[in-house]
């Protein structure tokens, strides 16, 4: 069973999340593996729609009990003047608020980042939504879906004889959670040490297109210069060959060789190295140009071998290549073994489960899985009461009247 007690480098942090779906959840899902204490604030009627996503067991969301682990979990209508007051009273001894409302909605509440700061100056909000909080499209809705087309990436991906192709998982939401905690550190880090500590808060405004954006490095410059616009190119690497998924007699495996040395040592197991002065496979220039011919000599000798005989001969001569798993795979697999990347936890509702371990591995203060995703407003009593000092009849009425 994996810890219950933090141990994590943010141990001592606290975090108000008032965001709900993939981008904020995962963003303070990754927070609270390293130790912060994560509130969540979710509508006493319409709780997180990720409650509501398959896999279930026994009715319960096995996406929850991921992406909610080792929050603290509270019900709020912000909409209403007790809720936002009650918001205000939440942030006053938090470090970090999290929200992904469309713009504008929580400055009609009250309940925004400036009204926040007014009673706590050290507040750094992360404010996230599908355009951000400025230009034409700031206030339209926007899911991950859509980010993944304006941002370049569904035109870049998939084939070139076929049309645009999205991501299997929620790409999108994914990455701009890693850009909303990055952010967040680097504005904690200013806050506590940079230039001796300012002391104050600010405003951090992540969107779910820019990050995507953003890792398609050297396509501004090569528009701005060269007029050239990234196509589809499949499983093939615009800059850099062989780099392919080839077929063997029971599978595939992957394989990228975008070093000279490494090209040459999958000469050498291919038993090919008369191709490693033939002028079409010289330079790494020259190989992208003729990619699919060196792909083709690669896959006919994949192909005569098993996987595991491929990897094997491919890996005595120092080539660069691994399986292609499926989670079944993944939980079978000595590496993800030795690294105790899945872990057992305890679980309320099963007794045990399997979720992801923590990562990157801390050597001093590793990450947690305290608890997994907990029921529905399950933490109000000991946040509301013991912790903000609500008396029992306020608690209750606030509770009839649905505002908590």
């Known amino acids: 069973m994996a810890p219950t007690t933090t141990t994590g480098p943010l141990d001592g942090l606290r975090v108000i999340d008032c965001s709900g779906m993939i981008s904020g959840g995962f963003a303070t899902c990754q927070l609270a593996d390293f130790g912060a204490d994560v509130i969540m604030v979710e509508h006493p009627d319409h709780p997180d729609p990720l409650r509501e996503w398959p896999p279930f067991e026994d009715g319960i969301s096995l996406w929850w009990k991921s992406i909610g682990r080792n929050k603290r979990c509270v019900t709020l209508d912000l909409s209403t003047e007790e809720g936002a007051a009650l918001l205000h009273e939440l942030v006053k001894d938090a470090d970090l608020f999290f929200e992904n409302f469309r713009p504008g909605t929580l400055e009609r509440w009250n309940a925004d980042p400036t009204s926040l700061q ?19 499209r700031s206030t339209k809705p926007g899911f991950g879906t859509v980010a993944e087309g304006i941002s370049g990436w569904a035109h870049a991906n998939g084939y070139p004889d076929r049309g645009p192709l999205l991501p299997p998982i929620s790409l999108a939401d994914l990455t701009a959670a890693q850009f909303a905690v990055q952010s967040a550190m680097f504005a904690l880090f200013e806050r506590e040490i940079g230039h001796g500590g300012s002391g104050d808060g600010q405003v951090i405004d992540v969107s779910l297109y820019e990050p995507l954006f953003r890792l398609f490095i050297g396509d501004v410059e090569a528009y701005d210069f060269k007029n050239k616009v990234r196509e589809r190119t499949g499983n093939r690497h615009p800059n850099a060959a062989p780099r392919n998924i080839f077929k063997t007699e029971d599978g595939h495996i992957t394989l990228s060789a975008s070093s000279q040395s490494i090209f040459e040592n999958v000469m050498q197991a291919i038993d090919r190295p008369d191709l490693i002065n033939d002028p079409r496979f010289s330079t790494n220039e020259n190989r992208v140009a003729h990619a699919e011919a060196l792909d083709r000599i690669i896959e006919e000798w994949t192909r005569q071998r098993t996987t595991a005989q491929a990897l094997e001969e491919m890996e005595a001569a120092d080539a660069i290549v691994g399986p292609v798993h499926t989670i079944s795979d993944i939980f079978e697999d ?13 679980d309320s509702d099963f007794g045990s489960l399997k979720t992801h371990a923590p990562i990157p591995k801390f050597s001093r203060t590793p990450g947690s899985v305290r608890h997994t995703g907990p029921p529905h407003g399950k ?19 606030l509770v009839t009247e649905d505002v908590i």
């Open 118 to 136: 007014e009673v706590n100056s050290e507040l750094i909000s992360v404010r996230l939504s599908g355009y951000g909080q400025t230009g034409p």
């Open 334 to 346: 000595d590496q993800y073994q030795a690294r105790n990347d899945i872990i057992e936890v305890e």
């Open 379 to 397: 933490d109000n009593q000991e946040v509301y009461c013991e912790e903000l000092g609500l008396p029992t009849e306020t608690f209750e009425q």
